[in-house]
Nanobody, 124 residues
Framework: QVQLVESGGGLVQAGESLRLSCAAS????????MAWFRQPRGKGREFVAG????????KYVDSVKGRFTISRYNAKNTVYLHMNSLKPEDTAVYFC?????????????????WGQGTQVTVSS
């Protein structure tokens, strides 16, 4: 049974940082593309960042480039999202997702496994 468990969300002020973690089990982590999505209240789910199993094919949504960094530690079956210079518009529930697709898809339809989500709230 595949499980993705996110942690690290919380309430911070604008300009501060957070690190989200996603621990995976039940899948071959080292051959799986991992990604982070987010969903603001009342809006759709948005691709934030993703990394292939080598960690060399990495994509970000334009709004977080230069502020967020995705990294993965295959030996611990964990993927991280380092978020710096947070803005109120980054407020959302953040989800970890896994895909067996080649490359780093930006569409949620390619991701077959999802975590339960962790809330990130950035106050102004």
């Amino acid at each position: 049974q595949v499980q993705l468990v996110e942690s690290g969300g919380g309430l911070v002020q604008a300009g501060e940082s957070l690190r989200l973690s996603c621990a995976a089990s039940g899948l071959t982590f080292s051959t799986t593309t991992m990604a982070w999505f987010r969903q603001p209240r009342g809006k759709g789910r948005e691709f934030v960042a993703g990394a292939d199993y080598f960690g060399t094919n990495i994509k970000y949504v334009d709004s977080v480039k230069g502020r967020f960094t995705i990294s993965r530690y295959n030996a611990k079956n964990t993927v991280y999202l380092h978020m710096n210079s947070l803005k109120p518009e980054d407020t959302a529930v953040y989800f970890c997702a896994a895909a067996s697709s080649v490359g780093v898809p930006r569409s949620s339809e390619y991701y077959g496994y999802w975590g339960q989500g962790t809330q990130v709230t950035v106050s102004s």
